[in-house]
C-alpha cells in the first residue's frame, strides 16, 4: 500500500484531517501518522479526537432520534392493540420491540419474520406478555356444541 506524499506541498487542511482519519482506520499508529502529514503528534491526536466525538455524536442523535419514533410507532399500535385487539397492531409492537432491541445492541442481529397466520390469538398474548405488555384483549370462552341432537341412527348408504 503506498500512502500518498502529503509533506510540505498539502495545504489542504481538510484533506490532511481525512487522511489521518483514513490511515487511522487502517490501524497505522499515530506516530507514523504524523509522520506522513507533517505534523507533531499532539495535533493529530487532537485531530482523531475531535472526529471521534463528532462521529460518534452524530451516531448517538440518529439512534435516539430512531428510538423515539419507534416509541411512537408502537404506543400508536399499542394502543390500537388495546381498543380492537387487532393482530396486526400487536405483530407491529413485537416488531418494533426487536427493532428498538437490536438498536441498543441488547439482541444479536437476526432476522426476525412473523406471520400473523402463523400466531393463534393465545400465542400473541403470551408473546406480548413475555415482553412485559399487559394485555386487555379477552379471549372469548371456548364453548361446546351440545352434541345430543345428533341423531344416533343416521347411516351413510353402502356404495354398491
Known amino acids: 500500500m503506498t500512502v500518498p506524499d502529503v509533506h510540505m506541498g498539502t495545504t489542504d487542511f481538510d484533506g490532511r484531517r481525512d487522511l489521518i482519519v483514513k490511515l487511522r482506520c487502517q490501524g497505522r499508529g499515530v506516530d507514523y501518522i504524523a509522520a506522513q502529514v507533517g505534523m507533531q503528534r499532539d ?6 479526537k475531535s472526529e471521534f466525538e463528532e462521529r460518534f455524536g452524530q451516531r448517538q442523535r440518529l439512534i435516539e432520534d430512531t428510538a423515539l419514533e ?5 404506543s400508536t ?3 390500537k392493540y388495546e381498543k380492537t ?9 413485537l416488531k418494533t420491540i426487536d427493532r428498538k432491541c437490536r438498536l441498543f445492541g441488547l439482541d444479536q442481529p437476526t432476522k426476525v419474520e ?7 390469538e393465545e400465542e400473541l ?10 394485555t386487555s384483549l379477552q379471549l372469548p370462552p371456548v364453548t361446546t356444541t351440545d ?3 345428533i341423531d344416533a341412527a343416521f347411516t351413510v348408504p353402502e356404495r354398491q
Open 147 to 149: 352434541t345430543s341432537i
Open 70 to 74: 419507534l416509541d411512537y410507532l408502537k
Open 125 to 134: 398474548v403470551r408473546q406480548l406478555e413475555l415482553n412485559g405488555i399487559k
Open 114 to 120: 412473523v406471520k400473523i397466520e402463523d400466531l393463534t
Open 85 to 93: 385487539g387487532d393482530l396486526k397492531a400487536g405483530e407491529l409492537i
Open 77 to 79: 399500535a399499542m394502543m
Open 43 to 48: 495535533h493529530v491526536m487532537r485531530i482523531l
